[in-house]
């Protein structure tokens, strides 16, 4: 009888993820909180862990060309945060809006929501590609890197600031999916890319069978292609009329009050990531002053680590998407129990990883460089980051909740 049970339960239970993948169910303002929660964490985690991936993946073999390549990456990088300040705080502004229009079952506005965030968000993408590719030098050196790296590697950072059209609408536009409830589409997208990424980063950078080696270059290069092969894809499902968000070219026109809102529901939450992207920038020229190998340690490590953040970063815009289409719905009890059970859940989640991080940090290191130095500071921050990562809960939870509840004191739309 008990092994029937279990066989039962395991049943219900792949049925729900394979639900879950599918994205069969868009609309989450009634039935069981729980089943709510994971049938859209479900997908939403695994877009979290793929977004990850690319970091993991590029720093993986840029590690095997060398240490200067790896701090170049991790330079690169902390000046990329200003960028993705800006995508995260218009994704979460897009997410919150869309889920409120969906809850209220007003599926135009939805859309026209969507246009104005992606016209937003190729603005702002125009104006930091102009100063990426005519100043990669100077961000280099201001970020704290050494001579050599700065004249054998600033074309890595003139490309992937140049080309970050890609990262922003990869981000948005998947914030679009979450808002109408279709996480599976933003993760599907991730899927796509990161195999591209995936395929042509040994291809490239190591330079196998026919292709050029092309080192730092080839990460560049490959992640680029694979960011804008997964945009492709979202636009295909964005204009196919498929989903319940469906775009038109003749919808592409501004629209002051829809961009006024967008910036007010999406401000708080970017200068909240602005303000811990100008600490990380700092941060980050602090520790190149400790020298590449270390930096190139240090960043592996902080790599690491945003694997595990973004995952919960995913249970957290499951809550968010929640809190927006019950409170669209006329359900805000149900929005706050969501909210709760998602906290509940990434707290559980953050407690496990900092244990992981604190006894196995070593290994992990280990897998990415041989570098006794990078290896010793790194296995250092993941140990620092494993005591605080119980204090991320609040800062990546709770402000997603704040977005969903934010849409109802602005003015309709």
Not at 80 to 89: E, M, N, R, V
Not at 157 to 178: A, C, E, H, K, P
Not at 191 to 199: A, D, G, H, K, V
Not at 366 to 373: A, C, K, W
Request: net charge positive; with cysteine.
């Amino acid at each position: 009888m008990t092994g029937s049970i279990n066989q039962d339960t395991k049943t219900s239970f792949f049925k729900l993820f394979k639900q879950a993948l599918r994205g069969d169910i868009k609309d989450f303002t009634t039935g069981s909180i729980d089943r709510a929660i994971f049938l859209l964490a479900v997908p939403m985690v695994l877009e979290m862990v793929l977004e990850s991936l690319f970091a993991l993946v590029d720093i993986y073999f840029v590690n095997k060309v060398s240490s200067d390549a790896a701090a170049t990456v991790g330079l690169t990088e902390s000046s990329l945060t200003i960028l993705y300040s800006i995508a995260w705080g218009l994704a979460m502004g897009a997410t919150a809006l869309i889920a409120r229009r969906a809850g209220e079952k007003d599926f135009k506005t939805a859309s026209s929501v969507a246009v104005q965030v992606i016209m937003i968000a190729t603005a702002f993408s125009i104006l930091i590609s102009i100063f990426g590719i005519l100043f990669p030098k100077e961000i280099l050196r201001f970020m704290g890197a050494d001579a050599n790296v700065v004249n054998e590697h600033y074309g890595f950072t003139q490309l992937m600031l140049g080309s970050n059209i890609v990262i922003m609408l990869l981000f948005v536009n998947n914030g679009i999916f979450r808002g109408s409830g279709d996480a599976s589409v933003a993760m599907k997208a991730l899927i796509f890319s990161n195999i591209i990424n995936i395929i042509l980063d040994p291809l490239l950078i190591m330079g196998y069978g026919p292709f050029p080696k092309m080192g730092l270059m080839g990460a560049a290069v490959s992640t680029t292609i694979g960011r804008g092969c997964g945009v492709i894809f979202q636009f295909y499902h964005l204009f196919a009329g498929k989903d319940l968000v469906k775009l038109s070219i003749k919808q592409f026109k501004a629209d002051l009050v829809l961009i006024k809102n967008l910036l007010n529901t999406s401000s708080g939450a970017m200068f909240q990531f602005l303000i811990g992207s100008c600490s990380w920038i700092f941060l980050a020229k602090l520790v190149a002053e400790s020298g590449m190998e270390a930096t190139s340690g240090y960043f592996t490590a902080i790599r690491i680590c945003m694997f595990t953040i973004l995952p919960a970063w995913g249970i957290a815009n499951a809550a968010a998407t929640l809190t927006g289409q019950n409170l669209g719905a006329g359900h805000p009890e149900r929005a706050e129990r969501s909210v709760w059970r998602s906290a509940f859940l990434a707290l559980c989640f953050f407690a496990l990883v900092a244990l992981v991080f604190f006894f196995f940090g070593e290994t992990f290191m280990r897998f990415f460089t041989s570098n006794e130095l990078a290896v010793a500071e790194g296995t250092r921050c993941l140990h620092i980051l494993a005591i605080g990562y119980m204090f991320l809960l609040t800062a990546w939870c709770l402000p997603r909740h704040s977005m969903g509840q934010g849409t109802a004191r602005h003015q309709p739309i």
